[in-house]
């Protein structure tokens, strides 16, 4: 799982088809930080995390203070490697087994019965943690060498669009943290797809970056609680979400696009309709209607609409499947946030 990642050795990485170096020394000052009980910004393959400390309460509650996150709003646990599980879980059951084997590191939150080792603060007073490896070399040569699990939520304000780009955490939280390493842009571009194992029955808890399809493939059916929470409400659900400043409209598939206010952007997916031909601020998320690229353009694409000075930003809805239900839960509570 470490491959790529040796100790007493630079960071040396490929994104696309550019060479990325993060040097020892930075992953030894960041590490060094998380320890000092600071909060740090580090890359991953889906988004830019803020971590802290995860069995350091109070570091944790300096992620809930700068982010102006609620405390019911539990954080995913980052390690390094899958012997830390029993550390911080009660028990590991073989579907989780599976999924870790399967998918780690990669793009998938399993919650688990925690310990009491894992403070309250990381998990909202409930008594399970989200755990995950995170899937970029960076991401974990700084968990190792920390030695500790790190906690971090995705570094930007509560509310706000996610970071997919250090230039986004700059964006956000500059001069308010010690350091931000900078990984390149995110590959994956969405957070993690959450499965709750900690009950009777595997349950999605929010769409990600791993599609369902995967999910179901490994380990069967699973209740998904994402598309319509009826009653079982998850923070991550909340409405005030992934929102640009700017407001973003969804149309659905049959509307014609709109072509006012006079500053306007769109978002479009596959061939550029031709009515959208002439218009300035078009952004097409893929031309080849590849769901992969969509998402992993769909966070840095609405931060660049967003310095534009738009008024408005319209979409239409993504295809039903895959990817496109990630993105469509994304796009649906930026939405909303203008709704409401
Ligand atoms: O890809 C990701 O998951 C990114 C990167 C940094 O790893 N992290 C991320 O964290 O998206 P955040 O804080 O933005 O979203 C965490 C969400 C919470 O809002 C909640 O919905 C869910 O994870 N969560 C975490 N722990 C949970 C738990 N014990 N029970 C239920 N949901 C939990
Ligand atoms: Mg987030």
Redesign the pocket.
Known sequence: MLDGVMECKDVLFQIKDKMFMVTLDKINKAADLICKGELIAFP?E????LGANALDAKAVARIFALKE?PYF????V?IHSQHIVNQLVMDVPPLAQTLMKRFWPG?L?I?LR?KPLVPDIV??G?P???L?I?NHPVALALIEKAGVPIA????NPFGKL?PTKAEHVAKYFNQQIPMILDGGACQKGL??T?I?LSGFEPTI??L??LPIEDITACIGPCRDVTANSGGDI????LDKHYAPQTVLILLSAQDPWPKSPSRRGYVVFGVTPDELKDEPHVLNLSKQGDLFEAAAGLFEGLHQMDQMGLERIYVKPFPKHGLGLAIMDRLVKAANTFRA
């Open positions: 991953t889906t988004v830019y995390g996150r709003d539990p954080l995913i980052h793009p939150t919650i925690k998990t909202a409930m399970t943690v989200g995950r995170p971090a939520p995705s570094a996610s957070e993690s959450i709750d808890r929010r990600g970056a998850m923070p991550g659900t």
